[in-house]
């Protein structure tokens, strides 16, 4: 068994003209390795070397020394712009790159594009996404800033594609937050637009988890880009708590011109009620319950929130997982998610809330229910009886 699907052990018999057929293509691979490390070894960076790596990768991209030869016959073609070529680019009206040095970017295109037919096959093979993102990273150095701008912009416009195919896909998402870092890049900027892509990307995420509540990715992305917008916005104390908890803010009419938008703690919470065991939820859960923690408050999205108005959401936030915990009793990321508000609130007040009798309670059905961690739940439980 793997993944919930059943696997057979028995192995059906090759027949005698399947392993000759065999032998002779894994002949034929051994003969294009020969001929590829000669190419190399004889320092014949030509284009058919770069076609014999073309083919061999497509047989067996996870050959990270074959990524290395073809960079090594990249780097041998590619040619940087004189300074009077810069003078050209400068002088042009648009922002399209032009003629200049086409070889050059045509190389770049050209291979991007083969990536691309490799990545439809093997989108998790980190050779082939480490070989794209060295392409672009050597754009600059050859291209000009136009000319850059754009590749990285059609590689927005890629991964975006390729995320709505598999919006879990972790190596596109790691690979979109690299692609917007570089078109966030001064050298780059988009000047029409004049503020960063933060805002751009926090509505994404949105979308994204309104096709699947179920991504952690986008949650991870949503978390870390909410305090760079705040930030951005250079948002006020009362806007950050309405953001928060509140269905009406001028920060987000400011944002989106519509008074109405759902706070973190509604969009969350709509979320654990309609899957209350997805654990990607959760994780978000306990980074806004971040926020109620004098001792992460700082670097959460409303800072210099009262002492009372701590207390009260950490009680709210209990209340509404008390409700929820009565119609699933089985559920043990509520128990934790409790027991953490528990803690969190004792930290906070010096005291256990008034309904601290119930933690070993809850701490006895997460010893039940998730029996792997045992001994985690006993020394939480011994942790709860020292506070």
Same mark, same amino acid.
């Given at each position: 068994m793997s993944h919930g699907i059943p696997r057979s052990n028995e192995v059906e018999p090759r027949t005698e003209q399947v392993r000759q057929l065999e032998l002779k293509k894994i002949g034929e691979y051994k003969e294009l390795v020969d001929l590829v490390e000669a190419q190399i070894h004889d320092q014949k960076y030509t284009l058919e070397a770069l076609q014999l790596t073309s083919k061999l990768l497509t047989l067996n991209p996870e050959y990270y020394t074959i990524w290395n030869h073809r960079r090594r016959i990249l780097q041998h073609?590619?040619?940087?712009? $004189?300074?009077?070529?810069?003078?050209?680019? !400068?002088?042009?009206? &648009?922002?399209?790159? %032009?003629?200049?040095?086409?070889?050059?970017?045509?190389?770049?295109?050209?291979?991007?594009?083969?990536?691309?037919?490799?990545?439809?096959?093997? =989108?998790?093979?980190? /050779?082939? /996404?480490?070989?794209?993102?060295?392409?672009?990273?050597?754009?600059?150095?050859?291209?000009?800033? =136009?000319?850059?701008?754009? +590749?990285? !912009?059609?590689?927005? +416009?890629?991964? %975006?594609?390729?995320?709505?195919?598999?919006?879990?896909?972790?190596?596109? /998402? %790691?690979?979109?937050?690299?692609?917007?870092?570089? +078109? &966030?890049?001064? !050298?780059?900027?988009?000047?029409?637009?004049?503020? *960063?892509?933060?805002?751009? @990307?926090?509505?994404?995420?949105?979308?994204?988890?309104?096709? $699947?509540? *179920?991504?952690? *990715?986008?949650?991870?992305?949503? $978390?870390?880009?909410?305090?760079?917008?705040?930030?951005?916005?250079?948002?006020?104390?009362? @806007?950050?708590?309405?953001?928060?908890? @509140?269905?009406?803010?001028?920060?987000?009419?400011?944002?989106?011109?519509?008074?109405?938008?759902?706070? @973190?703690?509604? +969009?969350?919470? !709509?979320?654990?009620?309609?899957?209350?065991?997805?654990? *990607?939820?959760?994780?978000?859960?306990? $980074?806004l319950m971040c926020t109620f923690d004098p001792a992460f408050a700082s670097r959460s999205m409303a800072p210099n929130l009262s002492h009372y108005d701590r207390l009260f959401y950490i009680k709210s936030e209990t209340d509404k997982l008390l409700e929820m915990l009565d119609d699933d009793r089985d559920c043990k990321w509520i128990y934790q998610a409790l027991i953490q508000l528990a803690m969190l609130y004792r930290s906070t007040s010096g005291s256990w809330p008034v309904l601290a009798e119930s933690i070993s309670t809850w701490v006895a059905s997460l010893q039940a229910l998730d029996s792997l961690r045992h001994g985690r739940w006993a020394d939480l439980k011994q942790h709860v009886r020292a506070g």
């Open positions: 073609r590619f040619t940087p712009p $004189s300074p009077r070529d810069i003078d050209l680019e !400068e002088q042009r009206d &648009d922002n399209s790159p %032009g003629d200049l040095k086409k070889s050059t970017l045509d190389l770049i295109t050209s291979d991007l594009n083969f990536v691309f037919s490799l990545l439809r096959k093997f =989108p998790k093979c980190y /050779w082939i /996404w480490n070989h794209r993102l060295w392409l672009l990273q050597q754009a600059p150095t050859y291209l000009p800033a =136009p000319a850059v701008r754009k +590749l990285w !912009e059609g590689e927005l +416009l890629l991964v %975006g594609k390729m995320l709505s195919l598999d919006n879990r896909n972790f190596h596109g /998402w %790691g690979y979109r937050r690299i692609v917007v870092a570089a +078109l &966030d890049r001064p !050298e780059l900027r988009d000047e029409s637009v004049g503020a *960063s892509m933060v805002k751009d @990307e926090f509505d994404y995420t949105t979308r994204m988890i309104r096709t $699947s509540m *179920s991504n952690f *990715s986008a949650w991870h992305n949503r $978390s870390v880009l909410i305090t760079r917008l705040l930030d951005e916005l250079a948002a006020s104390d009362d @806007e950050r708590r309405r953001m928060l908890d @509140e269905g009406t803010s001028p920060l987000h009419f400011r944002m989106t011109g519509k008074l109405m938008y759902q706070a @973190e703690l509604i +969009l969350i919470q !709509e979320g654990l009620y309609t899957d209350s065991r997805d654990q *990607s939820l959760w994780f978000y859960h306990q $980074s």
